[in-house]
């Protein structure tokens, strides 16, 4: 069979949290197209199983080891990209050479933020290859700067203007390559609402569970495990508090223990100071257990002996989150655990959590509270809780599906040429 290829320009390849591109390389290569990749090299080796045979090129922006060498760096890289284009620049010349290499098929370029969609933009116009764009998140889903991956350091109010400037930089380099992208595809229908007055050619992927690694195996367990996974940026984006009133309220009427009753946070170290912040104003920290980022092989064990898998959402609006749908809830849906979400959004992710029947968007503490009494009761009667999920629902979101849906995008645009 005759193999086609695909050079992919991503930020990012494949760490805790955008194992994206991971996903779809093994499920490309296991239908005949060979991806290399090009990518900025971040510190992670959460997911490293997934980058298997890939070849990958890996870019060194940031080698300073001590604290205040790498603010400095950090700080000077930043500026350098957002002046001049530094990270692109160097990002177009290793495709480049790639592309002199060896012949390809297809440019992707699947991005955060911007970049590296200029150097993905100026490879395509200079091989003449169609270009796709996959964008995780867009800057429109955050009220605030979390777009910036880090927070800029205090500059006597400088980094305000600094962080609009480097918003509308953002915005109008991602839009001039999106409007010569031969196809877009984003992660949930507010995105591709936003995406499609750009350009008129985008295609709804969400993010989903590998099937060869999340499905149900149901462990009985001698306690009652309430698992997050992920990172918590701020409450405006992610709010626990309808969750600690609720176990507060449990734990008030002294059904609930502590020796029974475990909140777990798989998380990192920020995110941990923010939530020790919040469940302390309600004295639940005899509740709370804290760890580190797990290796991704331990994941679905740790969601399978899960009572209930804990998802942090907020309403949706001007100042809340739009249209995030993260990679944590589809694999908490493969493994069929009851889904808490804390804050629901009222919106598109409520929406598959009630379609899919996978528990509860919870608007109020009441609801919450009436949720994990229900399943702790179903929990000490059996060892075990369960979502009553639908199948068929659930398939639609496998990354071997959501392969196929890239290829198809593919072959269409390889084969009109």
Not at 42 to 60: C, H, M, Q, S
Not at 354 to 380: D, M, P
Request: net charge positive; aromatic share 12%; with cysteine.
């Amino acid at each position: 069979m005759c193999r086609k290829r695909v050079l992919i320009l991503c930020d990012m390849f494949p760490p805790a949290f955008g194992p994206r591109m991971g996903y779809l390389c093994k499920y490309l290569k296991q239908a005949g197209w060979e991806p290399t990749v090009i990518t900025e090299y971040i510190p992670d080796e959460t997911f490293a199983f997934l980058k298997g045979d890939t070849e990958v090129v890996y870019l060194r922006f940031h080698k300073a080891k001590h604290r205040a060498a790498r603010t400095l760096e950090w700080l000077t890289v930043f500026l350098a990209d957002l002046l001049f284009g530094y990270k692109n620049r160097r990002m177009y010349r290793e495709a480049l050479k790639q592309t002199r290499r060896q012949p390809y098929h297809l440019i992707l370029c699947s991005a955060y933020r911007t970049f590296p969609l200029p150097a993905a933009r100026k490879i395509a116009r200079k091989t003449k290859l169609p270009l796709v764009v996959d964008l995780r998140d867009i800057i429109e889903q955050s009220g605030g700067n979390e777009f910036i991956a880090h927070a800029l350091p205090k500059l006597g109010g400088m980094e305000k203007g600094i962080a609009s400037i480097f918003k509308r930089i953002n915005l109008k380099q991602r839009n001039r390559v999106l409007r010569e992208a031969g196809h877009v595809t984003t992660v949930s229908p507010w995105h591709t609402e936003v995406l499609k007055a750009i350009n008129p050619n985008v295609t709804l992927i969400y993010n989903g569970y590998d099937p060869e690694l999340f499905y149900p195996a149901p462990v009985r367990s001698e306690r009652f495990y309430i698992t997050y996974t992920g990172r918590v940026f701020n409450t405006a984006l992610r709010d626990p508090e309808l969750l600690f009133q609720a176990v507060a309220r449990l734990s008030g009427e002294r059904n609930i223990t502590p020796d029974t009753f475990r909140i777990r946070w798989f998380t990192d170290a920020k995110s941990q100071q923010i939530i020790r912040s919040e469940a302390g104003k309600y004295t639940l920290q005899a509740y709370m257990d804290y760890s580190g980022y797990v290796p991704a092989s331990r994941i679905p064990a740790l969601l399978n002996e899960s009572a209930i898998l804990l998802l942090l959402a907020n309403k949706t609006g001007a100042s809340g989150p739009k249209g995030i749908m993260t990679t944590k809830f589809f694999e908490a849906l493969a493994v069929e655990k009851p889904i808490l979400c804390v804050r629901g959004d009222e919106g598109y992710l409520e929406d598959v959590i009630n379609r899919t029947q996978s528990g509860l968007s919870a608007h109020n503490a009441e609801e919450v509270y009436r949720f994990i009494q229900a399943h702790y009761l179903q929990w000490k009667a059996s060892g075990l809780t369960k979502a009553a999920v639908n199948p068929d629902e659930i398939e639609a979101f496998s990354r071997k599906t959501q392969a196929s849906r890239f290829i198809h995008i593919f072959e269409q645009l390889t084969n009109d040429r």
